[in-house]
């Protein structure tokens, strides 16, 4: 038997010669059998976008959860079932066929509210054209505290990514940065048990480049992006704009072409598909990341003392975050003495050290508890499209 074996490009509507063969989006594979000649047919693949949710594997406090899927074919949509199970290998728990209308067969949108168990839910779609070609996808939904016991079993990983200068062409060097940021470093590795990545003395394109391979990682819904940004900064009055003075910055550059301006890196960083995003920016003029910082709030202390850590966890990652803290405003702020680190990452520094007291999970609000007092006063605030109760949260190992 001839078996030949095709990757799908998820970017390109796949063409097939198959009979009744089916894909699946886990593995980006299927199998063309062209042992039976009676069986070939020109055919194509149908499509299945998720529009809700977009992430594979996602939790809900909830048992009624929301989804929104659009099929596409080039052939007609013979029939679009919906099962929920507990596994791939398990029975249906529940089944819902779908008849796509007339002017539905080559394009379905598909919205449902679906009653969920509490623990483990696969949501299964099957999307069968009329030449029997079948494309299944699924989303993976853990509802409730009962399958969130154990904080350390979240499917969740923390990504760290750190720029450090303080080795300049044209602008006077630092003392501290570099020394701040592999402490910094060690410090989320060890405790926090953060993936770490350093970026010592970059130029623009080295940071850029940097930030686009990040923005190409695959992320699930609980995983975490700190961006940590250490060195010079600079404000310019009549472009009413900050920027970040990377080693090649130019000190009489009026068009600023050789530094990096807050408003494209506040939509670079916007752009990256991690739901949850913090921005710390040790550098002079920091704050100017906020394009309306007149009008930010300050924010309070939060205590939960009810809850599990794994409830508190994905409670506090329910909403996207796109949170910044910067070590001051429109101001100048100090580098501090060689070696003993700059006043905004000492106070960093210790709060990640204070691993969060008791229950072992730091946040946002705990943070800025410990820098808030400093002479210059740290900017906290929000960009892009956060969500209203957003957190950001270090959870000790």
């Given at each position: 038997m001839k078996k030949r074996l095709f990757s799908l490009a998820l970017t390109i509507l796949s063409v097939a010669v198959a009979m009744a063969q089916n894909v699946s989006t886990r593995t980006n594979d299927f199998e063309v059998d062209f042992s039976d000649p009676k069986k070939l047919a020109s055919t194509t693949i149908p499509v299945i976008n998720w529009i809700t949710p977009v992430q594979e594997t996602n939790y809900a406090q909830e048992n009624k959860f929301k989804i929104r899927v659009e099929i596409d074919s080039d052939k007609p949509i013979k029939s679009i079932i919906i099962n929920v199970k507990e596994s791939e290998q398990s029975a249906s728990r529940g089944s819902s066929s779908i008849q796509p209308t007339d002017e539905e067969k080559l394009h379905t949108v598909v919205e449902r509210s679906i009653t969920l168990m509490d623990g483990d839910n696969l949501l299964e779609i099957i999307a069968e054209n009329i030449d029997g070609q079948k494309t299944v996808s699924y989303r993976k939904v853990t509802i409730g505290s009962?399958?969130?016991?154990?904080?350390?079993?979240?499917?969740?990983?923390?990504?760290?990514?750190?720029?450090?200068?303080?080795?300049?062409?044209?602008?006077?060097?630092?003392?501290?940065?570099?020394?701040?940021?592999?402490?910094?470093?060690?410090?989320?590795?060890?405790?926090?048990?953060?993936?770490?990545?350093?970026?010592?003395?970059?130029?623009?394109?080295?940071?850029?480049?940097?930030?686009?391979?990040?923005?190409?990682?695959?992320?699930?819904?609980?995983?975490?992006?700190?961006?940590?940004?250490?060195?010079?900064?600079?404000?310019?009055?009549?472009?009413?704009?900050?920027?970040?003075?990377?080693?090649?910055?130019?000190?009489?550059?009026?068009?600023?072409?050789?530094?990096?301006?807050?408003?494209?890196?506040?939509?670079?960083?916007?752009?990256?598909?991690?739901?949850?995003?913090?921005?710390?920016?040790?550098?002079?003029?920091?704050?100017?990341?906020?394009?309306?910082?007149?009008?930010?709030?300050?924010?309070?202390?939060?205590?939960?003392?009810?809850?599990?850590?794994?409830?508190?966890?994905?409670?506090?990652?329910?909403?996207?975050?796109?949170?910044?803290?910067?070590?001051?405003?429109?101001?100048?702020?100090?580098?501090?003495?060689?070696?003993?680190?700059?006043?905004?990452?000492?106070?960093l520094i210790e709060a990640l050290r204070s691993r969060g007291g008791r229950d072992g999970v730091l946040t946002l609000p705990e943070i800025y508890s410990y820098v808030e007092k400093l002479k210059i006063q740290p900017r906290f605030g929000e960009f892009g499209d956060n969500a209203p109760g957003s957190d950001f949260v270090f959870v000790a190992k």
């Open positions: 009962a399958a969130l016991a154990d904080a350390t079993k979240l499917d969740r990983t923390d990504y760290a990514l750190i720029f450090a200068t303080d080795e300049y062409d044209h602008w006077g060097d630092l003392v501290n940065p570099v020394f701040d940021s592999r402490t910094i470093a060690a410090e989320l590795k060890k405790t926090y048990g953060f993936q770490v990545d350093v970026v010592e003395n970059g130029t623009q394109a080295d940071v850029l480049k940097k930030i686009r391979e990040y923005a190409e990682k695959k992320y699930k819904p609980l995983d975490q992006l700190l961006i940590f940004f250490a060195g010079h900064g600079n404000y310019d009055q009549t472009f009413g704009e900050g920027f970040v003075v990377t080693r090649e910055s130019l000190i009489n550059d009026e068009a600023k072409t050789t530094y990096l301006s807050h408003n494209r890196l506040r939509s670079i960083i916007n752009n990256i598909p991690c739901e949850h995003i913090f921005l710390a920016m040790d550098v002079c003029f920091g704050g100017t990341f906020d394009a309306a910082l007149a009008s930010s709030r300050g924010i309070g202390d939060e205590v939960y003392k009810e809850q599990n850590t794994a409830e508190f966890i994905t409670r506090k990652l329910t909403y996207k975050t796109r949170r910044f803290l910067t070590s001051g405003g429109k101001t100048y702020v100090s580098d501090g003495i060689a070696g003993k680190h700059s006043p905004f990452a000492k106070n």
